[in-house]
């Protein structure tokens, strides 16, 4: 194998890979990326085997084939070179293989390992729907936050996405909050290709994260083109691909805890609210981060004691007429959805001290934005 | 260099540490004079020695022996079931004897203590070697039994010392005699030195105590951790391990764990002796007002094999009948039909204050509420009426019978004989002294 490359072009899709690459791991290939060069461009491959990302850039290919090295070494130094242009050439002696890569004055020979030990990952098995990357960023922005980091009973490491013909939803729940974002049929005309009847697919965390990376990224101007085989899932952005593989496991009952009968209702600024939140809540308990909202006619006041720290409180002027009413937040749970919700004012309707809460964006456009939040017995 | 004085210094700090002579065998001996001078072991409900006098321990009794074993090498020997109750009371007198000199004492297990006497000399008008002897003398004779004491600059210096001769030994070190005492000691005797760490000092040439103390810090600070080199700076006679005075408040785990007799394969008693200790350390986690996260569960079989679990629960809680049910799969999958067990346990991890519960959307907040408010009841009848008048039904074949069948049933003679007004549960705060007068 033997190819010359745009520095530029070349890091770009390095740098998509670092988060998929396993720094520890027991098995020494899942730290490789896959490099394949044929035509005139380079195929990149790196997995940790739950997630897989497969992208490309143009090169001119003097002579095709393929080899794995070290992910993380290739990528730190390719981000140091100087020169625009980049030749790497694989070099195979007596069954092992190596990458010299040069570039300017900078020349560089790392061991590799061969691709016949690298794991095979699936092919795009072709699209099921297609999602409009605005509104799929602007979904992940806005669920991710709340996947849980650890595995219980109610939990899952993992969104739920489920495809409509018309609308897309998704939810994340770490048991203490949910998340759940619903797209407008508008939508569906702004170049949103549902299914046909419904399909609900378990998206883990990492992928995600990843997701929203080659979102914010993504040169290309089309929509992402969705996919699934029987234990995969593929999102295509552009030249890129992301694999993950599907989990399987039950998602709790969403629907059973959205609030359907919260009639106390206030409607708060955005800004000044999060910005009360966090003064009052340096001022919280530093283990259970608890903070007390008291409503009452037109007014709101925040208030939290920490046993060492002292006593905050803040009062805001809101438009709330649902009787005087008590109810402890952890305030992280409520900054959390401030940041995603991106709106003006926001709507917060409650029953009582005991059931949970549902906030979301006093007005709303393409997206429908639903979150519920358990209080904490003060 | 190994005849070279570690430190100058005589004691830049006065650190004792006093640990009773065969605690709980010279407890059974001091309440009982008539067992004096003879091997007396105290674990007889266990089957295994927890404790063994000095008789006992001559004529070759070690801990954790199987008792059918003393009978063999020791066939006079007194076997008597554990007296937590009196050891625990007489243990609070060795302390309180020893508060009477200094405040600064740190309880370091039920027999043994370390006391800073830094400074006391002038006020008490003796030297340190004279206080070590006088608190030794007074908790001798108060007592009735010897106690081994240990005087140094630091905690571990005093350690070392007051191993150096038992039983009834007082021995003083000086930092500037530091290394006298070091160069006959072998490494793995120094008290947090465990055995991973000997072997792998060892092959690093390191035999005695004195060698260690001799490596450079900065080797010690690049192949070790920070706890050995704070071992290493105490015995070059430099004090940096303060001591903790304060009664505990909190815990990071909590753990319980019961042997019963006979042996049982029978699942449902076995589980029920799980549930039992769940119980038990639910109880404490809420007297601290904690609540745990994860749990582990273990058994462990008559040939002292064991098998456990971790278990995460939803949401965290101190209720012992959530943790009851999330045990139950754990346990299902560790016990094994036909295989008879002698003990369960229960470990609660990640405790944290449980004062502000933060309330979960798939399980019902007004069932978390009525169920701390009911714990709140059970503990406030079990403080009235003693620990075990409720108990919930899982645990009821382990309630249903003494913890221990047969012989190793015998309960302690304190517990035989009660005084008006006393109950089974419920005893006058005083160890019972039970010379017979003939």
New interface residues.
Partial sequence: MEFTVERADFLKELTLSQGVVERKTTIPILSNILLEASEDSLQMTATDLELGIRSKCSAKVKKGGSTTVPAKKLFDYVRQLEDNEIKCKATEAAGSSALQVSCGRSKVRMPGLAKENFPVLPEFPGKLAVLPPAILTQMIKRTAFAISS?????TLNAAMMILKPETMTMVA?D????AYVETDPVVAKEGYEGVGGELRVLVPKKAMTELQRLLTDNPSEGGIEFGKDDNHLFFRVGTRLLICRMLSGQF??YEA?MPKANDKIATIEQTSLAAAVRRVSLFS?E??H?IRLHLDNDELKIVSSGSESGESEETMAISYAGGPLQI?F?WQYLLEFLAAADSEKVQMEFKDE???GQIRPASEEKLRYRY?V????? | MQDAPLSIHGFPRAIVHIDGDAFFASCEQARDPALQGKPVITGKERGIVASMSYEAKRRGVTRAMRLFEVRKICPDAILLPSDYETYSLLSKRFFTIVRRYTPDVEEYGIDECFADLTGLRRLLRMSYIDMAEKIKHELDTALGFTFSVGLGPNKVIAKIASKWKKPSGLTAIMARDIHLYLKELPIEKVWGIGPQTTAYLQKQGIQTALDFAHKDEAWVRQHLTKPHLEIWQELNGNSVLQLSTEEKTSYASIQKVKTFTPPSEDKEFVFSQLSKNIENATIKARRYRLAPSAFVVYLRTQDFRSAGMEV????RTSIPNDLIASSRPAFDRIFRPGTFYRSTGVVLLDL??D?????????S??K??AMRELYEGVDEVRRKYGKHTLYLGSSFLANQFAQHLGERGDIPRRKETLLKGETGRKRLGIPMFLADIE
């Avoid at chain 1, 048991?175 to 949910?178: A, E, P, S, V």
């Avoid at chain 2, 995460?312 to 949401?315: A, E, N, Q, T, V």
């Avoid at chain 2, 004062?355 to 979960?360: G, H």
């Fill in positions: 650890e595995e219980s009973r109610y729940t048991g203490h909050r949910l709790p009952n805890v308990d283990r259970s608890a402890g952890n005991q059931s949970a519920v358990m209080p904490m017995r003060i | 995460r629960l939803s949401h944290e204050n004062e502000t519960p933060q309330l979960n959307l798939f399980a907040p007004s978390i509420i």
